[in-house]
């Protein structure tokens, strides 16, 4: 009794710790102080307390209730699914959230994902426990598992690395693609407004709508366009954008392309001086690079969602990883406790299989996350089924960048800076 007592005290003191270090840093107080002030500090204090009563509305009334509310909103999220890095603050992970992801096992995503296959190699190692105690023979070399393991290991290290270099490619995409749309936006306000008005309005507009038509393709047209897409895209393919979205999720954006590039040439027909003055000349030239530039990006973006890594190399993991995790307990049952097989094996499959999974998860690097707002991006439901698509479906059941890019997110941040560009 008193060892897990003394357990019981070590552990709580190392959670409160981790919890500590978690919280966030308090308000400082505001000190009273009962010393007497100098006149020109009493007179300081004066003035400091008349502005910030002129700033202060004088007939503000807040009632009780509102402020209890700011109270609970300003409150901070003391919930254990809340404490995590922020992508928008640049914060990460750090060597202090140990306690706090142990913790937060039972509801990982990937647990979720293999938990079918712990569950067999359990069954398989309570079975072969059972079969021990009647048959104390049966019983493999412990040798040819650890020699298989250093090849399985590299199996795996390569499989996982593979997929985060395409990963790593893909977010790289998605950060050029904003680029070239900040400088277009940029390029067009500064240079071509003043020459091209009305055709400088109406790029900038069909420009807002390329962040949607590239996430419609890196979801493999999952997620349905929204309307400011559908209305730059040409008159007579309109009645059949339904269509030609489902069947190639790429054409969008192409679409988008062409009339981007022939706003452009509008631009020179509208300009009187387009012909005379040769710096406008090559502000239009410069354009119409970077909108290839923007085509060359759908066009990897379209290769990392149509080549996978190559399936078997995949499926040959994947049965050498079963094999050498079924027949693990027939191996350790021999040289250890029987009773400690069963936690080693699931431990060992935990992390062995897990890191399967996260190849397998990020080796399509886009995911879907719908939006709230006055553009939200729905979700195309399958005919058949009724449900949406499984990429779309990952993107609600996590948090951005847990297990790929949330592009619908990325689009609609796009969208937004040209637009308030647009409007500067």
């Not at 019983?139 to 393991?149: D, N, R």
């Not at 009305?198 to 038509?213: H, I």
């Not at 192409?254 to 003055?277: D, F, G, P, V, W």
């Not at 990392?304 to 078997?312: A, C, G, K, S």
Request: glycine letters at 4%; charged letters at 15%; hydrophobic letters at 40%.
């Amino acid at each position: 009794m008193k060892r897990l007592a003394f357990l019981l005290l070590v552990s709580s003191l190392v959670l409160g710790d981790v919890q500590g270090s978690l919280r966030p840093p308090a308000a400082p107080a505001v000190k009273q102080s009962n010393t007497l002030l100098s006149p020109n500090q009493a007179k300081h204090e004066k003035v400091s307390a008349s502005s910030y009563t002129a700033t202060t509305p004088a007939n503000t009334d807040i009632s009780s209730s509102q402020v209890t509310l700011l109270e609970k909103k300003e409150a901070p999220d003391k919930s254990l699914k809340n404490r995590r890095p922020s992508v928008d603050a640049g914060l990460r992970y750090s060597s202090n959230d140990w306690m706090l992801n142990f913790l937060l096992i039972p509801k990982s995503f990937i647990l979720k994902r293999i938990g079918n296959h712990l569950i067999a190699n359990t069954l398989a190692t309570i079975l072969t426990i059972w079969v021990h105690e009647y048959h104390p023979n049966i019983q493999i070399p412990m040798t040819g598992h650890s020699l298989l393991a250093s090849s399985l290991g590299l199996l795996l290290s390569y499989r996982t690395n593979s997929a985060y270099a395409r990963f790593w490619e893909a977010r790289g995409l998605w950060t050029n693609a904003k680029a070239t749309c900040r400088n277009l936006a940029i390029t067009v306000k500064t240079h071509l407004e003043p020459h091209s008005p009305k055709a400088a309005t109406q790029f900038l507009q069909q420009l807002a709508a390329f962040p949607a038509c590239l996430m419609h393709l890196c979801l493999g047209g999952a997620a349905k366009l929204p309307d400011c897409a559908l209305q730059q895209m040409p008159p007579y393919y309109q009645d059949q954008a339904a269509t030609l979205c489902q069947q190639q999720p790429a054409w969008p954006a192409m679409l988008l392309c062409m009339q981007l590039q022939h706003t452009l040439h509008q631009a020179e027909l509208e300009s009187k001086s387009a012909k005379l003055n040769l710096i406008e000349a090559a502000h239009h030239n410069a354009i119409a690079h970077e909108i290839e530039t923007l085509l060359k990006y759908m066009s990897n973006c379209e290769k990392i969602l149509r080549t996978p890594v190559p399936w078997t190399y995949s499926r040959h993991t994947s049965r050498f990883l079963t094999l050498w995790m079924g027949t693990l307990p027939l191996a350790l049952i021999g040289t250890v406790n029987k009773w400690l097989v069963l936690p080693i094996v699931f431990a060992a499959g935990y992390c062995m299989l897990g890191i399967e999974e996260i190849g397998h998860l990020i080796e399509q690097p886009f995911v879907g996350d719908p939006l709230d707002g006055d553009d939200r991006i729905f979700v195309e439901l399958d005919a058949h089924t009724g449900e949406a698509s499984e990429i779309i479906t990952r993107g609600r059941k996590t948090m951005p960048y847990d297990i790929g890019i949330p592009v619908c997110s990325l689009a609609q941040q796009i969208k937004e800076e040209i637009l308030n560009i647009a409007q500067m």
